[in-house]
């Protein structure tokens, strides 16, 4: 068990909808990381979260937003959704937002879009 | 981030030690190198990480070599719980993303 939650575990929905993703990080962790895997795509960095700011950007579509509150929690927004979109995305934490701190990982959300 | 080159998979007999190999010939100076695995879709999970000198932990143990342009994971005595994809990240600063690669598929066979 890393300490990163993840909710929900599993996600069906159509496409057109909009699904929220929510992660908790490690009790102590300021930083939170997005990632999405997909068969084809592997795993990617989406988007990343210090302490309440956005910190770096990655492969995150212009429909997909994110979020990081003041108690630390984190959500994607994943809006329009397309078929495409299907995959699993993971939730990672770390105690800083730079230098060599390891990330830990959530369970994943799988999502489906049908 | 430096590129890296695994292998796309390997086999290991339970309880022999594994010998991952990762190549990045680009790393520069202050790139530290990170190994993951990914076990089954589950989240991808922390083993070790090093700069400069050889690391050992309780998972596994990482072998750099002296000009840096190459690594080895060492899982002492692998059980059929470390077959996983092992990825091997260059990484200026594990603070902000990590580039995952293809990884190497490791089954540990009984």
């Known amino acids: 068990d890393s300490g990163v939650t993840q909710t929900p575990k599993h996600l069906i929905t159509a496409t057109g909808q909009r699904v929220t993703l929510r992660c908790s990080p490690r009790?102590?962790?300021?930083?939170v990381y997005w990632y999405q895997q997909s068969l084809d795509q592997g795993l990617q960095f989406l988007i990343q979260y210090y302490n309440g700011e956005e910190r770096a950007k990655g492969n995150i579509l212009e429909r997909f937003s994110a979020q990081q509150f003041p108690d630390l929690h984190s959500e994607l927004n994943l809006s329009s959704l397309e078929l495409g979109d299907s995959a699993l995305y993971f939730c990672a934490s770390s105690a800083r937002d730079r230098g060599p701190y390891e990330q830990y990982f959530g369970p994943g959300t799988r999502l489906t879009v049908t | 981030d430096a590129k890296t080159t695994q292998p796309p998979s390997m086999d290991c007999a339970e309880g022999r030690a594994a010998n991952l190999p990762c190549n990045h010939s680009?790393?520069?100076?202050?790139?530290?190198v990170y190994w993951y695995r990914q076990i089954h879709s589950q989240g991808p999970q922390y083993i070790i990480h090093?700069?400069?000198n050889n690391e050992t932990n309780e998972m596994a143990s990482l072998i750099i070599t002296e000009d840096r342009k190459s690594s080895t994971l060492i899982l002492p005595h692998a059980t059929l719980r470390d077959t996983a994809v092992y990825y091997c990240?260059?990484?200026?600063?594990?603070?902000?993303?990590?580039?995952f690669g293809e990884g190497t598929q490791l089954t540990v066979n009984p």
């Open positions: 009790s102590g962790d300021l930083s």
């Open positions: 990240i260059v990484n200026f600063d594990s603070g902000s993303r990590l580039t």
């Open positions: 680009t790393i520069s100076g202050n790139e530290y």
């Open positions: 090093g700069l400069k």
